[in-house]
């Protein structure tokens, strides 16, 4: 299931795509034009609808998990919607299964929290 969501760093809304590796490197050793030192491949991602994409892997993510990324693995690509890098993407675990997050907007409602309209509308 696509998912729409705000990311609350950089305020921009990204989808949140099942997908699966079809292709990556053996070593993650690009670098970011940041400065930092965060190391990251590119990997090759098959979309449900048989559309590939390429997403960043990032090494630290990739320590962290072993295994979870190989060729044939499940994964989510996190991809930006709008902004300067519409259309560039991360990839990351998938979630077991989407959780239904009006349960959390009521639980945030109770508590005095409110939630914004655009997200409410983004979730359906």
């Keep these: 299931m696509i998912q729409l969501v705000k990311n609350e760093q950089t305020q921009e809304m990204e989808y949140?795509?099942?997908?699966?590796?079809?292709s990556r490197p053996d070593t993650l050793d690009l670098k970011?034009?940041?400065?930092?030192?965060?190391?990251?491949?590119?990997v090759d991602?098959?979309?449900?609808?048989?559309?590939i994409t390429t997403s960043r892997l990032y090494k630290a993510s990739?320590?962290?998990n072993q295994g979870k990324f190989g060729v044939g693995s499940?994964?989510?690509?996190r991809m930006q919607r709008d902004g300067q890098y519409a259309g560039r993407s991360?990839?990351?675990l998938p979630s077991a299964q989407p959780y239904d997050v009006s349960k959390i907007d009521a639980m945030f409602?109770?508590?005095?929290?409110e939630v914004p309209a655009e997200a409410v509308a983004a979730s359906l």
């Design 32 to 42: 970011l034009n940041n400065e930092k030192a965060t190391p990251y491949g590119l």
């Design 109 to 113: 409602a109770n508590q005095g929290g």
């Design 62 to 64: 990739d320590d962290a």
């Design 74 to 77: 499940p994964v989510s690509v």
């Design 45 to 51: 991602v098959k979309l449900e609808n048989g559309d």
């Design 90 to 92: 991360v990839i990351q």
């Design 16 to 22: 949140i795509i099942p997908g699966t590796v079809v």
